[in-house]
């Protein structure tokens, strides 16, 4: 895996931290991940966008220019050997002289293999359990996983797949993903607060648009369990039906019609966006 | 710097992690933190126990036991040149195959020179503000610190020491220290609920209950402006005056008189304490 750390292009072996990085002493660091589609970035605009955004919330500095972050991943692209790999973007609170207090920011960045949602996982749909908690700087995508990585083996007590965080009785989002729901009347809701806004939100939310009425406002948990379609999105998942939500099943344990037709019409856009870029046809830096 | 990584002694240079560990990925690890008196680690027993219970409470298991641990950190201060050194133990979520769920834990435990409050800090005083936060897991030492570490550009502004964490208007402790008052009645109140048990917290109690009437009890913010005193306790700092909470002046901005006296008998205990084990007077594993 070809990596990259503050100046210089190594193999991943080689890609190492000390153990005063603000990262490991003290969990402060940010990170983003994007994906290749047709051997391009899918979206890298509006993810390295929102890198700086993090970065800059958690008053780290990024050494390097939207335009020079998008030259290293290119090249780490051209190093690699991977049909859909997944570029992986970190800012640390870097090498701190006491521990406590950040120091020149460590940047890293990583193109691995990445294992994407299959047909198979989208028919399946995913169990749910809910759980009460709030992220700290929900609009900064940041390392905290401390709840998400705690979790886990209550996940596998309960034979779920994924954690939805609610607060207040407000649904927020997954630890990796943003919720949806289709109401009986066809409406698309999602949260608007107390979340990381992901690219691929953003992107359901622009398709949805054209089709049906969609609303961001605070959900209820109660709510929840009275709609007909649930879903989440993500940038490996892109777009997965909740089929059981805590003991409670969902739309006939199916993928929804809703759900069904956005799917499908984000994969036809990530298919075009991609490959438009491929062939030099459109300018990255204009895409959605 | 000597340093220990899972099963070898190495310098501190060398105390490199790689980037798929998961505290680097997610900030998943848990800490500890002692420090050595004449020469002999102080409380070691106390430490170590909070270790494994940081560890076992994360799911994080601890590939050596406590006479193992204790060894190594005998051989590190053997190696070190340090009259007062700090004992650093680590246990991360170890290097994760998918950058998400645990592995096998690294180890690592690192001796380096530790810097004390000193006798003019204590009769300075620490101006503290108040803000509204409740770490996760409270009970367990982990290197989640993303909100302190956060909060440094506020305290700078309002040119403050430390922040005392409330939530719900009570008071819980510092980011890294435990907080005492003591009433206009010359009660010694601290909060029992919602914090990390300090190991001189326990200390204090321990001396304080000879003394005086002692409360283990939520302390609302409003009544901390009441009381004649506060300090914290950490385990570099030992016991630290409050004379300034956000805009208040407390106890005549000057150290007050149980706090004194406290101070005076911790500092006492640990130089008997230390001494006897320096001497092998003591069996370390019985003490306090």
């Known amino acids: 895996m070809p990596a990259f750390l ?5 193999h991943d072996d080689e890609a190492l931290l000390h153990v005063s990085d603000l990262s490991i002493q003290r969990g402060y660091a940010v990170f983003d991940f994007f994906r ?15 890198f700086y955004r993090s970065a800059s919330e958690m008053h780290l500095s990024i050494s390097k220019n939207k335009q020079e972050l998008s030259e290293i991943v290119y090249e780490l692209i051209k190093r690699s050997t991977y049909t859909d790999a997944g570029i992986r973007l970190m800012v640390t609170g870097g090498y701190s002289a006491d521990g406590y207090h950040t120091a020149v920011p460590n940047l890293l960045i990583i193109c691995h293999p990445v294992k994407l949602a299959t047909q198979a996982d989208y028919e399946k749909g995913l169990s749910v359990i809910t759980y009460e908690y709030q992220r700290d700087l929900p609009q900064v995508k940041s390392i905290n996983y401390l709840m998400a990585v705690w979790l886990h083996p209550l996940l596998k007590e309960k034979q779920a797949d994924d954690i939805l965080y609610f607060k207040n009785n407000i649904i927020t989002e997954f630890p990796r993903a943003n919720v949806f729901m289709v109401t009986r009347d066809k409406k698309l809701i999602t949260p608007r607060r107390n979340i990381l806004h992901g690219i691929t939100r953003k992107n359901i939310l622009s398709i949805a648009t054209e089709m049906i009425e969609v609303e961001e406002r605070d959900i209820a948990v109660d709510e929840l369990l009275t709609v007909s379609e649930i ?3 993500s940038t490996t998942k892109r777009v ?6 805590n003991d409670q099943i969902i739309g006939n344990s199916k993928p929804g019609e809703i759900t069904s037709v956005l799917y499908k019409k984000f994969l036809e856009m990530e298919e075009l966006v991609t490959k438009d870029q491929a062939t030099g046809a459109v300018n990255p830096y204009s895409m959605p």
């Open 6 to 10: 503050n100046d210089s292009f190594l």
């Open 36 to 50: 290749t589609t047709n051997g391009v970035p899918f979206c890298m605009n509006d993810y390295l966008d929102r």
């Open 240 to 245: 997965l039906p909740v089929t059981r939500l």
């Open 231 to 233: 879903f989440l999105t």
